[in-house]
């Protein structure tokens, strides 16, 4: 079997020891690439994209915020870094993390060996709790923290500024971090190179547009693709639920998701081009990497689902991948299939540092079709009696379930036993997905997105015996895998 990241290095990009580059990193919260959710992004794609390259197969080792941010952070899979979902009990900003894995992030990496460290926005979901510490711990790694306590909101929200709490109930958020960024980059000097996170909450719900971009898109409707709002028959039972297809009363509630989220992006959208105009400004942008990219994707309406994540599929774990810099071929779209994984990886190693007991490998910036790869996605579900409305028809059992309002028309959105793995297997002429259910059906999806991009038809029972087996193997070394080797060819002994 030939492994898939033999050849996986930063080729074509040579990191000067004397001097060496900055770093910024945007992480927006919830941005799909499957539904159009670049598609605001002028200046994104106008200075990050036409500038550098833009990776077409980039995808989450989990479809939630928590774990795919310690994913990124620690370039570590799930069951290696144990945050599995986005509470406090499943190890979100848990006495594991705090202890142990945080002082091992790629901030730690580069803060131990001189970079200057900058963090704003949203960290973990479950940051500044009061029994995790609260919001005067500051994490370590960072030389200056502006770390929002708790999840995505845009107005109302305390900030710990290196461990102050401050409050605000009329700034909007995605506009504080702009200025505090622009603010960092303008007094910077080339004595020491930095290290930026930039972490807005769009385009996560409640979908807050800033005022100067309320009703940019009107005239936007959900998309409708093949998998839209269809009778679900061949799915796991939570999908499976009342009711399928969504009444056409919950339509106009998508659509104006759908476009509100685009209206929330358009501050991300300024926020890049204010800070790539501040590094030109500062003369830094020649000697700096910006990478452009989110911790999740959404669905809204795919397969008679509401509007969430937490699916294992495209839409939910599909995300946009940007990046420009010293070496980079302007204007370049690749195909190679990336992880978030390996952003970790590829900051310590443009960084000039060696990735150590990370399971990602860095992302090499020149094409290679003829590579082999395959994939972990991995999510714990949650359940909560909070979230389950007296008034739907579902009693909150032994399934546990999660986020079931009448507004949505009872369709719930996660559940305990909505836990599942799934292998994505890449290679040339190949795309296909294999996941198992840890739920009383003990059931199984196969898809072949080559012929099935929008995931119509569970193949799981046509498919031959040897190649399920296949599959399953693949899918059991890879929930055991440590380490770049075997995370990123189960195969490899």
């Known amino acids: 079997m030939l492994n898939y990241f033999m050849l996986f290095f930063l080729v074509g990009v040579t990191v000067c020891e004397e001097k060496r580059p900055n770093i910024v990193l945007v992480l927006t919260d919830d941005q799909d690439e499957i539904l159009g959710g670049m598609t605001p992004m002028k200046n994104v794609r106008r200075f990050i994209g036409n500038e550098g390259v833009t990776f077409t197969n980039s995808y989450v080792s989990s479809p939630i915020c928590c774990p795919s941010r310690a994913s990124l952070l620690t370039g570590l899979y799930v069951h290696n870094h144990k945050t599995v979902n986005n509470s406090l009990t499943g190890g979100c900003y848990g006495d594991q993390w705090r202890n142990t894995l945080e002082k091992h992030t790629f901030a730690t990496m580069l803060h131990d060996t001189g970079y200057e460290t900058f963090y704003a926005g949203k960290y973990l979901n479950e940051y500044g709790a009061h029994s995790a510490g609260g919001p005067e711990l500051v994490p370590p790694g960072w030389s200056e923290w502006h770390g929002l306590v708790g999840n995505s909101v845009y107005y ?11 409050h605000s109930t009329d700034q909007y958020l995605t506009d504080v971090i702009r200025d505090l960024a622009v603010s960092y980059i303008e007094n910077q000097t080339e004595s ?4 930026m996170v930039l972490a807005p909450p769009a385009p996560h719900q409640p979908f807050t547009p800033a005022p ?21 028959e061949d799915k796991h039972w939570l999908l499976r639920m009342p009711p399928s297809p969504l009444p056409a009363s919950l339509l106009p509630e998508l659509d104006r998701a759908y476009r509100s989220r685009w209206e929330a992006l358009l501050a991300v959208d300024e926020l890049v081009a204010d800070v790539i105009d501040t590094l030109e400004t500062r003369g830094f942008m020649e000697n700096t990497y910006v990478i452009y990219t989110s911790d999740n994707g959404y669905h809204i309406g795919q397969f008679s689902q509401v509007y969430d994540k937490r699916q294992p599929y495209e839409s939910d774990i599909k995300v946009p991948l940007l990046i420009k810099g010293p070496g980079i071929k302007p204007n370049t779209t690749y195909s190679s299939p990336v992880l978030n994984i390996d952003i970790g990886p590829t900051i310590v190693q443009l960084a000039g540092l060696t990735p150590e007991k990370m399971d990602g490998r860095p992302i090499s910036l020149e094409e290679d079709g003829s590579l082999e790869r395959y994939m972990l996605v991995e999510y714990n579900g949650m359940g909560s009696t909070r979230t389950v409305d007296n008034t739907c028809p579902w009693k909150f059992d032994g399934d546990d379930l999660d986020e079931c309002y009448p507004a949505y028309g009872c369709k719930c959105q996660d559940s305990r036993n909505n836990t599942f793995a799934c292998v994505q297997h890449f290679a040339p002429r190949i795309h296909r997905k294999y996941c198992e259910f840890a739920d009383q059906e003990k059931f199984v999806e196969f898809y072949d997105l080559i012929s099935d991009p929008y995931e119509l038809i569970n193949d799981v029972n046509d498919i031959f015996p040897a190649v399920k087996h296949w599959y399953k193997l693949a899918l059991t070394r890879l929930l055991g895998c440590v380490g770049a080797n075997s995370c990123n060819d189960p195969f490899v002994l």
């Not at 020491?192 to 290290?195: A, E, Q, V, W």
């Open 156 to 166: 109302n929200y305390t900030i710990s500024n290196n461990g102050v709490p401050t």
């Open 192 to 195: 020491s190179p930095f290290l």
């Open 212 to 232: 100067r971009h309320e009703g940019k898109f009107n005239n936007v409707s959900a998309v409708r693709h093949p998998n839209f709002n269809i009778a679900v």
